[in-house]
């Protein structure tokens, strides 16, 4: 799944991608939690990996990561607070890249 906002020169780009952590390891309790499990066993949840990417010009400048997500659907993550805070994270650090020039020396 992606998802991409573009403006004249940046691109906030969302891939998610399958988490390969068993998510067994990441719930605190498997009784409890055994309706999430068999839900995301049988597809009735996502369990992902996403990635909020920066790209100016085309070309990745930052990234931010978020694993072990468990969610009903794509959607329901976008509208998610963690989403936010990705893209706040990834333009924060693509503002320090930009800011930030690599100097070149003079041979």
């Known amino acids: 799944m992606n998802y991409t906002f ?4 940046f691109t906030i780009a969302l891939t998610l991608e399958p988490e390969l952590d068993d998510p067994r390891d990441h719930f605190i309790d498997p009784y409890q939690d055994y309706e999430v499990l068999k839900g995301i066993d049988s597809g009735r949840y996502l369990w992902f990996c996403a990635k909020v990417a920066v790209l100016c010009d085309g070309r990745e400048i930052a990234a931010d990561y978020l694993g072990a997500c468990c969610y009903a659907s794509a959607e329901d993550f976008r509208r998610d607070g963690y989403f936010r ?4 994270e990834a333009c924060k650090e693509a503002r320090r890249v ?3 020039p690599p100097r070149l020396r003079a041979a």
Do not use: E, F, G, Y
């Not at 573009?6 to 020169?9: E, V």
């Not at 805070?85 to 706040?88: A, K, P, T, Y």
């Open 85 to 88: 805070d990705m893209v706040r």
């Open 98 to 100: 930009l800011s930030n």
């Open 6 to 9: 573009k403006t004249a020169r």
